[in-house]
């Protein structure tokens, strides 16, 4: 039997949600068959799976031992050689400029988001992060049950820029709250071909998804499966010698590859994007992976546990936006 109490960080979710994190190798079925004949309960009396958990309670498992996998150690966290580009920091957040090529977490090419950090993850974003924190004292794995610093935002491995993450359990809930509701915004940079329809517009289409080839489709008119897309963008400058565009995009939908399926369904792929374009030019260029960057956010007026980042705006440095070198003169 093991007997977990309940932390900060593990309070307000329900047992269900609790066991999985808690017990990453606990079978979903198993999960359920062992809380419904009290092989898991909460301060030793029956417990329902949708139970929420509050600080000060225990839950007592009596489960196989073999279920419960090794957390990452401190050890290895102390080992870890931290590479972290931070642009913004304090006691909840932590803000990183990731560079393109490095994955946010383990999983498919696209860094796919997954649970907490376990032994697997390695040479991600989110694994140098708790080893920064840990190294720094603001976490230690073995005094959480549940709960391991996490992303609240994804970027594609090839896509650089902005990445938040959250030190504690109630402001990762706060930023997903924000994030779901639109009240963080996000600007990206682009550099596209050619010039564009207009120097601003909204663009309001449909995507669909082509798992097979790991693609997207815009399309016009909405079919069953397609999910609606916006995309706001706006001219900043023209290299007529090369003809290219560098955009500004705000996305008030975010959908997988949006802004490359997006663009490039008006002619104007990105620089460097063989999925969406053509880049084989590009590639002698130096491009070889689509020209984007999430370069700005802005915290929207929220009552809550960050409330004072309210109005706050963050960007990264201009030199981390590599493809601005084919623009002369542009300022954030």
Do not use: W
Not at 127 to 132: M, R, S
Request: glycine share 6%; net charge positive.
């Amino acid at each position: 039997m093991r007997e977990f109490k309940i932390n900060s960080n593990d309070a307000g979710q329900r047992l269900d949600k609790f066991v999985q994190k808690a017990v990453k190798g606990i079978p979903v079925s198993l999960m359920y068959k062992a809380i419904r004949l009290k092989k898991i309960k909460v301060n030793r009396k029956r417990a329902e799976q949708k139970q929420v958990l509050e600080q000060g309670d225990t839950v007592q498992m009596f489960l196989s031992e073999d279920l419960f996998s090794d957390k990452i150690t401190d050890n290895e966290l102390f080992q870890v050689k931290v590479d972290l580009n931070i642009v913004y920091e304090d006691e909840n957040l932590l803000i990183c400029d990731k560079a393109p090529g490095i994955l946010v977490h383990s999983g498919d090419g696209d860094g796919k988001v997954s649970g907490k950090g376990d032994a697997g993850d390695r040479n991600t974003l989110v694994y140098h992060i708790q080893a920064y924190l840990a190294q720094k004292g603001e976490y230690d794995p073995k005094e959480e049950n549940s709960f391991a610093p996490a992303l609240c935002n994804r970027i594609d491995r090839n896509t650089g820029g902005m990445v938040i993450a959250a030190k504690n359990a109630q402001a990762l809930r706060d930023v997903n709250e924000r994030i779901k509701n639109n009240r963080i915004t996000k600007k990206y940079l682009c550099a596209v071909h050619g010039s564009l329809p207009q120097k601003s517009d909204t663009l309001c289409d449909f995507l669909v998804k082509d798992s097979k080839n790991n693609k997207v489709k815009v399309l016009k008119n909405k079919t069953r499966d397609a999910k609606e897309i916006i995309t706001k963008y706006s001219l900043v400058a023209y290299n007529k010698q090369k003809e290219l565009s560098l955009v500004e995009v705000e996305l008030v939908t975010g959908r997988t590859h949006q802004i490359r399926a997006h663009m490039a369904s008006v002619g104007n792929p990105l620089l460097g994007d063989g999925k969406y374009g053509l880049n084989e030019k590009d590639r002698r260029l130096g491009y070889k992976h689509q020209a984007l960057y999430s370069y700005y956010l802005r915290f929207d007026g929220c009552e809550d546990s960050l409330a004072y980042m309210n109005e706050k705006v963050i960007r990264v440095k201009k030199e981390s936006v590599y493809f601005l070198r084919e623009f002369d003169g542009v300022e954030f």
